[in-house]
């Protein structure tokens, strides 16, 4: 037996958590952006994947049309940041509504540091930054994808493994799942691709 839904007959709650409780883990993507007038936001996307490796590009999606969005389409740039397992509770409180002229850095008590290659600041506390440019802006019914073109990668060394790539379990990065879950970070199990 299956339940069969439609986007004419979806669950009582509708389509939206029907996915997210679906399509997980997802990977978060810490964006921080500057407005205009020079007002840092930043805000937790788990909508976020690669989009393209040659040239790099990630992809966001914002659900609405939030300050992130707005900041994107506006300046051109935004940085997206990857959290740790002992961030969780602060990348949490960064998704709660907030004026668009409030420092979502200093309102959480964390620190705004000068990215290498754009304007909008990185966050210090986590150990990987990902500063981007904006490549494409791709509005979505209700929905707007984000492409940024990677213009500069950081990574705290202490999350590097001996051969540069980061350590997956010196990262620990959270994923988003549905409902008010998250996922920590699971066991590790490498299996090489079969030869062509």
């Known amino acids: 037996m299956r339940t069969v839904y439609t986007p004419d007959s979806p669950p009582a709650k509708g389509i939206y958590p029907l996915l997210t409780a679906s399509i997980a883990p997802r990977p978060i993507a810490w964006v921080s952006t500057l407005s205009p007038d020079g007002v840092p936001n ?22 609405g049309r939030k300050d992130t969005y707005r900041n994107v389409v506006e300046t051109g740039e935004f940085v997206a940041s990857i959290g740790t397992e002992s961030l969780m509770d602060t990348i949490n409180a960064t998704s709660a509504p907030v004026r668009p002229d409030v420092d979502e850095f200093a309102a959480n008590g964390l620190t705004a540091e000068p990215s290498d290659a754009v304007a909008a600041p990185r966050v210090a506390e986590a150990p990987i930054a990902f500063e981007c440019v904006r490549h494409d802006v791709v509005d979505l019914g209700t929905s ?3 492409l940024g073109r990677v213009v500069s990668v950081s990574v705290r060394d202490d999350v590097l493994a001996a051969d540069g790539l980061p350590d997956f379990a010196a990262l620990a990065p959270p ?15 490498r299996l090489d691709r079969p030869g062509r």
């Open 144 to 146: 707007a994808m984000l």
């Open 42 to 63: 930043l805000a937790p996307y788990s909508f976020f994947t690669i989009a393209c490796t040659d040239p790099a590009i990630l992809s966001i999606t914002s659900v």
């Open 175 to 189: 994923s988003r799942l549905g409902r008010n879950e998250w996922g920590l970070a699971p066991a590790v199990r």
